[in-house]
């Protein structure tokens, strides 16, 4: 408010849809990098990660180390890892851990009468670093906040960041999140003004004044989906980067294809060969 009565109005993007991010004790897990020794302890080889887990001094060290990230940027990253309350085992790998499936970290820890950290590092070890866990934030807090929020004119409902976290998380499902979340389920928005909200909105805000509408000479830059089934579907860790270098991969359903300046490039999810893009820069 203060900046826009003083001339410079000041947009945000929202992250309209919650963390769901997998959480395994391996190599592939990038969420610690605020706590060195849950990074340092991920990344050892599988049989060093047991004998370490099993020893009571790095136990010690590992216990309360979550809780206490770093916070000061000067030593290194400050992005918070993921807390207990919003870690949920998602999928075991022995039957007898079942009871435990769908649980947070939390509420095991508390049934076991053990810190956190034990109760997800002893069932990993049990399961020889085969579980499977799931950093969740879809709280009511959250949902109250992210509803109220998407209704400010200064928020632009979306994000992206060209790749840069693509080892912690592939954020592209945004939109069919929003489309089937906000749009279709909870009627946040009409149909229509919720595809406007993610097309000719911030087209607009960003001065592209040949996007983000359907109209005879401009650009036709379309996705075209089924409103029946649009959502997000799954997410992958794949090793397909220049040196097998690791990233996630989010996959929608209900997509039936994406044209991009009138030529289709993607139908029912294959690519077709054509490259009809451009680098496109404000008016």
Do not use: C
Not at 102 to 125: I, T
Request: hydrophobic share 40%; no cysteine.
């Amino acid at each position: 408010d203060r900046a826009t009565e003083q001339g410079a109005p000041v947009y945000s993007m929202l992250i309209a849809r919650p963390f769901d991010r997998k959480v395994t004790i391996d190599e592939d897990n990038f969420h610690y990098l605020a706590v060195p020794s849950w990074n340092r302890m991920v990344n050892l080889p599988a049989d060093e990660r047991a004998a370490l887990l099993r020893d009571p001094a790095a136990r010690d060290e590992l216990r309360h180390a979550v809780e206490n990230y770093n916070r000061d940027p000067a030593k290194g990253t400050t992005v918070p890892p993921p807390l207990w309350k919003v870690v949920f085992v998602h999928q075991v790998a022995l039957p007898e851990n079942e009871r435990w499936q769908s649980r947070s970290v939390a509420e095991m820890a508390a049934e076991l009468g053990v810190e956190p950290a034990d109760a997800m590092l002893d069932l990993a070890l049990a399961e020889d670093f085969r579980t499977e866990f799931r950093w969740r934030t879809e709280t009511p807090e959250w949902t109250e906040a992210v509803g109220t929020a998407q209704l400010d004119p200064r928020m632009i409902v979306g994000t992206s960041d060209g790749g840069a976290h693509l080892a912690r998380d592939d954020g592209s499902d945004w939109s069919s999140y929003f489309l089937r979340s906000w749009v279709l389920d909870r009627e946040v928005w009409s149909l229509e003004e919720g595809i406007r909200q993610i097309t000719q909105v911030p087209a607009a805000l960003l001065g592209f004044a040949d996007r983000g509408t359907v109209q005879v000479g401009k650009h036709a830059d379309l996705m075209v989906f089924d409103p029946e089934t649009i959502g997000p579907w799954k997410k992958e860790f794949v090793h397909d980067l220049p040196g097998g270098v690791g990233r996630y991969q989010a996959w929608g359903k209900g997509v039936r294809a994406t044209i991009v300046n009138g030529v289709p490039i993607v139908v029912d999810g294959e690519l077709t060969g054509a490259l009809p893009g451009q680098v496109v820069r404000p008016d």
